[in-house]
């Protein structure tokens, strides 16, 4: 067999990792220096707003007809990005240029792909803060979450860089008496990565990442809500030497052009994070085998959940108190590792509703660019499905605070954070995924009955538990159902390398977004033998 000529990239700094792989640091925003920082890029985006973005299909800057606007949430009449939007036409398209790119992407030496990656990092760390401003104008997030949100995409270029050297440098378990044995992680193929609005930049671009390190191309479908992020990151990859191609950026509707995709004969595998429903929609297409398929299609999913704290009666009350509070109503909620349920034991359950009560009302709510405790919400579709929530709820529980829409004069997307006591283990609020700053707080008997209550939804994907009590830590660890489980501290806020991330039943496949087994689903293992002599 004939191997086809390719062109391998030229454009790539080389570069190798330095020193082992570190968290990067939050920023102070209590520091003058640091919040003046984040003020002048504020500013300076805010120049940049409304600016209108291509399609890039084999590194071709297209414009379609139909557009897709992204609105500031704080002030829905403030477009943050004007984006082409990719329709049955171009999923086609898309899938032959990524197919092209693969013949030459999968060739390339993994120091060129690490480096792409390694030099990604580079360029977004120069400008943090224009990244952090570009959250908090596009999804709302105040200082701190943003911050997160980019210093979590720089932590997946740096980690994934690592872990593709050392795939690399992987070996078989034992060299058979009169042979050389390899073992190799090959690509895959053409990837379709859909991420979610949530963490646009940070799940976005370590799906991406995690694909092209590996040697595979991508076609990327970020959410409608959030493709100015995912464009500003296709702009650094392009800076960092990605060749056209690799990356193929193409926002569109997920029911015609990400549908297309998915069902691509071609397509080898589908990262997807988002809805449960969504998410299981992906599955059962792409379990669908189609005309000209010589494979079985991988996906790797996440796709949310109904995260519980339990609280012990000899836990640190002011502890468990913030703990809950921050998982609750972080970024208004919208996390699919958020605390939507608290359970409490009976002897502190009242002193815990009431000091939530006080801690709470202590949350201010606003503009993200004021750097308030809690943004708006992503759009007034989801603000109106989260008040059907809440007026469930005062029907079937207490209300403690909040329970309302706050109106401002920009007309943007803010809901108070609201709290219930009193709610049944089974009630609609304590079982239904409401992606918003909604609490259900649950009494209960015993450590024991609040196991069986944390573990009786259909997710599993996040939870903790605070108690003084080593054996019940103990047997949390082994019989609490979730896939990222943590002990006296909140069930937010996973760090790349120490949390891997990824959750049971129907909160997905269990990925482990930031772990070291992550890469081995955008791979393939092939065994190579050689007799010798």
Known sequence: MVMATVTLPTSIQLRAPQGEFRNEPFENFKSPDVARAMRAALEKVAGQLGREYDL?????????????????PARPAQVVGIHQKAGLEHAEQAMQAALQAYEMWSRTSVQQRTSLLLNAADIIRQRKFEFCAWLTYEVGKNWAEADADVGETIDFLEFYAREALRLAAATTPIQYPGERNQLLYIPLGVGAVIP????????????????????????????????????KFFEVLEEAGMPGGVVNFCPGSGATFG???VEHPKTRYIAFTGSKSVGLDIHERAARTQPGQIWIKRTILEMGGKDSILVCADADLDAAVDG??????????????????????APIYDIFVERVRKKVAQWTVGDPAENPSMGPVINKGAMETMLGYIETGKRDSRLVSGGKAIETADGGYFLEPTVFADVLPDAVISQEEIFGPVLAIIKVGSFEEGLKVANNTEYGLTGAIYTGDRAKLDIARDEFHVGNLYLNRKCTGAMVGAHPFGGFNMSGTDSKAGGPDYLYLFTQAKSVAERLG
């Open 56 to 72: 890039v299909i084999g590194g071709d800057r297209l414009k379609t007809d139909g557009k897709i606007k992204s609105l500031n």
């Open 196 to 231: 979610p609005w949530n963490f646009p930049f940070a799940i976005m671009a370590g799906m991406t990442a995690a694909s092209i390190v590996c040697g595979n191309t991508v076609v990327l479908k970020p959410s409608s809500d959030s493709p100015t992020i995912a464009a």
């Open 259 to 261: 549908n297309a995709i």
């Open 324 to 345: 809950v509070v921050a998982a609750a109503f972080g970024f208004s909620g919208q996390k699919c590792s958020a605390c939507s349920r608290a359970i409490i034991e």
